[in-house]
C-alpha cells in the first residue's frame, strides 16, 4: 500500500476560506465547542487522556496527565498556547495559525472550559507577523460572533484570548521561559518546583501547550477518543504534521500517522532525494533531536517510542534530511553557533558550554584542532547534560554527541585532511 | 524536624529547610556561588548539586527542600566530577588575572576551586571579551569579564534595597551586568553588592587596591553609625582601619549595613585624632601627655566642688559611649562630686525619628537609649534649659563634656562648643580633633579618648537590645574609656600593665594616602 | 533627543492595563518604538521607564534579550537571511555572503546611505523553502542570490 497523507488536522488547509469563521463554520467550525460546552469539563479531560494525546511541541508529555496536575479548588488559571515556534526545522504551527486560525481558537476554547480557565494567551514568535495578523483577527471574528467573552454560545462560560507577541527568542519555546516572557521579563525558564500547573504564570495555576496539541483537542472531542486512537500506534496514538526540510525533493508539512516508517515519508510522500544523491543522515525531530544515521533512518518509524528506543526522538516533528553533499563537521557547526546564540545565560553550563563548543566547532571545522577536541566536545557536552533548569543545554549536548559519535571518522577524515574552509562561515 | 542523612551522617534539620541550609547549619562544606541566606534562590551558578537516593539526576541543594528520610551526598564521584565541571565553566572565560585583582585572597573562584576543583583546564579557545572598568556609580566599580553572572547583586537591588539599578543585559556568553544610563548605582546600600560578589567583578572605590586582604586583620565590633547599631566586622592594621563590613546578626541587620555606617571607620583613624592633652585657651595650647591632663583636670574639678558646692560643675555627654562608661561616670559625678548636673547632648532631634525602613536611623548615635536608660536609673532628670540658665548665670563654673567621636554627625559642634564655653573652665573630652575649641575663651583640657574600636563595652541600639563588643585594636595609645578617665580624676592610678603598648612606627603610604577617587 | 509621539505614547498606556501584568506592556512599546524609529535607542529606555513606571534597569533587560529589537539602526529595508541548518544546507549563507556583497554592506551593519542592513538570523520556520530572508515583517521564500538582491533592488535597495 503506498503511504499516504492522514488529513485529520489539516484536511480543509488548502481551502482560502477556512482561515476566515463563515468559511471555517462551513466545514463544521465550533459546532465542537458547541458540543463541548454541553460535557461535562471532568470527561472532555477523561476523554483527552485516554486519547492517549501526547504534547506536540517537543517533549511528547501526555495532555490529559498534564491538564490533571491542575489544583482542584478554584482558584484562577490560564492557559497559554505555545506558538513560538523555534526549533530549526519546523514550521507546522505557523501553517496552522495561518491557515486554520479558528481551528487553534476552538480547540483553545474547548480546552479551557475543561480545565476551568477563564484567561488564555497565545504566544505567537515575533517573526510570525503574518501569522500573528491571522490569528488576532480571528479572534475578534470569534468575539464579535459571542465565541469568546462573556456567556459563550449561552453556556454560561465566559473566556476571554488575546496575542502575545515574541520578539525573538528561541527558548521562550520552553513552557517557563514563554511564562517569563509572557510576564514582561527576559524569556528565561523558571526553577521548578513549582511547575506550572501548580504556579505559572504570574504564580497562578498554568497549563501550557502546543498549538497542534490544542488543535487535537478539538478533533479527539468531536470523534471521540476510541476514534482517535484509530491513527496511529498503540503508544503513539493520532495524526501529527511533520515539517520535513533538507535535501527532499518536496520539503513541506505532511500530517500522517504516529508510527510511520520514515522512509516511507522521505522517499514516498516527499519524493526522496535528489537524482544521484545518497542518503547520509536524518534528524528527526528538530535541531535538539539526536542524528540518524542513514542505516537507523531506514529502520525507524516516526513514533515516540521507536525514535526513543534509537536513542532520539520525536521532538517538534522536524524532520532535516542529510544527503551525501553535506559535511556533517559543517551541520554541527550551524547548529552549535546556533545553541550559542540562543543560551539564555542564566545556568553557567550552558551559558558557557554552548559558547565553548560553538568555538571547538568553528576551529574543527576550519581545521584549526587536533581529533583529541573531538573528545573534548563529548567531554563537554556530557556535563551540560541534566545540569540546568531547563533542557536547551541538554539539547545542545545531545546533538553534539550523536554528531561526533556516529560520525566520528568523518571528522577524524575532517582534521587530518588539514586546513580547510567549509560553506562559509557561520559566524557572524 | 526531618531525620535526614548527610554524607553518611544523620542529622534532623528544622522543616521546611533546603537542602543546603541543611548543609550549612551542620557545617559540612558545599560548592556554590548565586545562593545566598538573605536572597531568593536563582539557582543559576549549577554547583551545590548533589545526589538524592532514588533521584535519578543529580539535583541543586539550594531549591530542594529536605524531605524525612532523605540520603543525600556530595562527595560521590558524579558530583564531584560535576562540581569540578561546574568550576570549570566558570572560569573558561574568566581572565584570571588574580595578581592584579583586588579580590584576591578573599575570592570565592580562587577558594572553591582549591577546595573542589583542582583540575587542568582544557579551554583553549579565545575567551569572550568583555567591558572592564565600569562605573556603575559613586561607590562601585564592575569588571564584566571576571563577573560569573551569579545574580547576586541584581537580586540585591531588586529585593533588599528595592532601588532596581541593577540588571543583566544581553543573552549567553555575552551576558552582562550593568546600569541604565541616568539611573546609576546610588544607593546608601549599594556596598553590600560588594560584599556579595563571590568574584572581582564588583569593587569598592573606596577600598580597591589599598590593601591585600591578607595581610589585614578583622575583629567583630558594633558599627557606631546610628541607633541600629549593626553588627560588623573590621579590617585593619597597623596603620589603622581600612573597610568596614556587616556580620550576619538576624535580628539585627541581617546580612547588610549601609554605605554611611561603612564610613565610621575614617574618624578613627590617625590623621583625626587628638593623640595627646592639651591644655590651654583661645588656639594657644600646651601639649601634655593624657595622664597628665586627666590628673589636672579632675584636680580642677575636684577643687571647684570643693570651693563652690557641687552645683558648680556640670557633665554633658552624648550617645557615643558605651553603656559601662555612663554607669561609671555618672557614678563618679553623683556619689563622688554629689552633683546632678548631667545633661544629654542630642545632635539632631528633628530627624531622631527618622528611618529607611531598611537600617538607617536618623538617630546616629550608637547608644542614645543607653544615656537615657543610665539617666533614669540615676534618677537624673536635668533638663538642658537648666544648662543654659545655669551657663549664663555663670553658676556652672567647670562643664565636663563627654563630646561626640564621630563629629561629622554633629552638625551643631561649632555652636555648642560656643556654647559651652561661657562657662570658665571647659574638660573637653573626645577621640577627634575640634577645630572650633581654638576660638573660645574658656580655659580647657582636651583629653584623648578611645574609640568603639579601642575599647570593650555595650550599645543598647533602638530596638533595646544590648550588645557588647570587645576591643579590636589600637590606635591611639594614650587615650582613654571615660571610665578611665573618671579613675585619674579621682586621684587614683591606672594599671599601667593593662594599658595598651603604643603602636609601633606608624607607616604613611603616600601614594595611595594621596590617591584619587577610582 | 528622543521623544514617544503622543500615538504611541497613548498606545503604551493602553498595553499597560491590556495584561493581567503591567510589565507585560514592554515587549509590545518596545516593538512601538522601534516601529516609530526603525530601532530602539538608549534613550527611549528612561522615557519609557518613566512613562510606564517600571525601573530602567528591567526595560533594558528586556531590550537586550530579545534580538528583534534592533539595538542600532537597521535600514529602511532589514533583510534578515536564515542561516540555521536547513538553510544552510541549501545555501543560505551563500545567499547571506552573495547580499552582503552585493550591496556592499558587512552582515549586521547598515549601509551608509541607510537603505539597507543585511543580517544573518536563526531558524525562522520557513525550511521547506529554503533558503529564505525575512524582509521587514514579511517572508521572501526560495530564493537564490540573484533573485534576492533582484527583489530587494525592487523594494527600492
Redesign the interface.
Known sequence: MPSQQSLLLSEHYGKPDFAKLEGYKKHGGYAVLAKALKMEPKAIIDEVKSSGLRGRGGAGFPTGMKWSFLPANGEPRYLLCNAD???????K??LMMERAPHQLIEGMIISAFAIGCK?SYIYI??????AKEVVAGAIVEAYKAGLLGKNILGSGFDHDM?V???????ICGEETGMIS????????PK?K?PFPAVQG??RKPTIVNNVETLAAVKYIIRDGAPAYKKYGTEKSPGTKLF?????VVK???YEVVLGMPLKDLIFDLCGGLKPGRKLKAV?PGG?SAPVLTAEEAMKATMDYECLAQMGSMLGSG?I?V?DDS?SMV??LQ??MH?Y??????????C??????LS??LH?IASGHAEVKDID?VK?ISE?MM????CALSDAAAMAAISFVTKFRSEFEQHLQAGKRTL????H? | MPKIKINGNEVEVPQGSTIIQAFKATGVEICHYCWHPGLSVAGVCRLCMVQIEGMPKLQIACNTEVKEGMVINNTSDVVKETVRWGLDFHLINHPLDCPICDQAGECGLQDQYMKFGQYDPEMAENKVKKHKVVDLGPTVVLDSERCILCSRCVRFTDEVSKTNELGIFNRGDRCEIGTVAGKPLANNYSLNTVDICPVGALTSKDFRFRQRVWYLKEADSICPGCSTGCNVKVNYNEEGLWRIRPRENKEVNGHWMCDVGRDSYKFVNLKNRLVAGKVGQRGSWQEVTATDAARSAGLKLRETVAQHGPDSVALVVTGQYTNEEYHRLFTFFTVNLESNNIFHWMNNPETTKDFDGLLFRGDRNPNTKGVVDALGSFALKAKWEDLQSQLSSRKIKVVVVAGPENQAVFPDMTEKITFFAQAESMIWLTAGQSEALNQTGAETWQIPLKTYIEKSGSFTNVQGKVQTFKVGTTIVAQAFTLSEVVELFSGQELNWNLRPHSLGGVKTNYSIANRGAL | MFKLSKESEDFVKKELSRYEAKYSAIIPSLFRVQKDHGWVPPEAVSVLAKLMEIPEAHINEVLYFYTMFNKRPVGKIHAQVCCNISCAMNGGRELADALCKSFNVQDGVMSADGKITVSRVECLGSCDTAPMMQVNDRYIENLTPELAVRKLKEMGA
Open positions: 515556534e523555534g526549533e530549526p526545522g519546523t514550521f504551527d505557523r484567561k514568535r515575533g517573526e510570525y507577523d503574518f488575546d502575545y507577541s515574541g520578539a525573538g527568542a528561541y516572557s509572557l510576564e514582561g521579563l527576559k524569556g528565561q526553577l518546583p504564570y504570574l515539517s520535513v526540510s533538507g535535501n520539503p513541506g508539512n534528524i535541531s522536524a532535516i542529510i553535506n559543517d551541520l550551524v547548529i546556533f550559542h546564540h540562543e543560551s539564555c545565560g542564566q545556568c553557567t553550563p551559558r558557557e558550554g554552548t559558547g565553548w568555538k571547538i576551529d573534548l567531554k556535563q541534566g545540569k540546568t533548569i560553506g562559509s562561515s557561520a557572524a
